[in-house]
Nanobody, 115 residues
Framework: QVQLVESGGGLVQPGGSLTLSCAASGIFFSSYNMAWHRQAPGKEREVVATITNTGITNYSRSVKGRFTISRDHAENTVSLQMNSLKPEDTAAYYC?????????WGQGTQVTVSS
């Protein structure tokens, strides 16, 4: 059974930092490209950051320079380090795994940026 379990969300003040983690099980993690997405209330889900199975990263324009995606093949985890957080970063954040037409999603973790 494939599971992607996100953790690390919460309430943070503007300008603060937060690290999200996603633990994957039931897949051959090293073969999968991983990604973080977010969805704010009333908005469509958007890709925030991606990392290939070989470690190549890509970021959306709105988070580039502030967020860092990384993966740990030994722990089967993918992380999202978020710095200089803004109120517009408030959203539910989702982890996903992709490989040859197979797509898996986590349940999400809420990030709220507010003073």
């Amino acid at each position: 059974q494939v599971q992607l379990v996100e953790s690390g969300g919460g309430l943070v003040q503007p300008g603060g930092s937060l690290t999200l983690s996603c633990a994957a099980s039931g897949i051959f993690f090293s073969s999968y490209n991983m990604a973080w997405h977010r969805q704010a209330p009333g908005k469509e889900r958007e890709v925030v950051a991606t990392i290939t199975n070989t470690g190549i990263t890509n970021y959306s324009r709105s988070v580039k320079g502030r967020f860092t995606i990384s993966r740990d093949h030994a722990e089967n985890t993918v992380s999202l380090q978020m710095n200089s957080l803004k109120p517009e970063d408030t959203a539910a954040y989702y982890c996903s795994a992709h490989h040859t037409g197979r797509d898996y999603w986590g349940q999400g973790t809420q990030v709220t940026v507010s003073s």
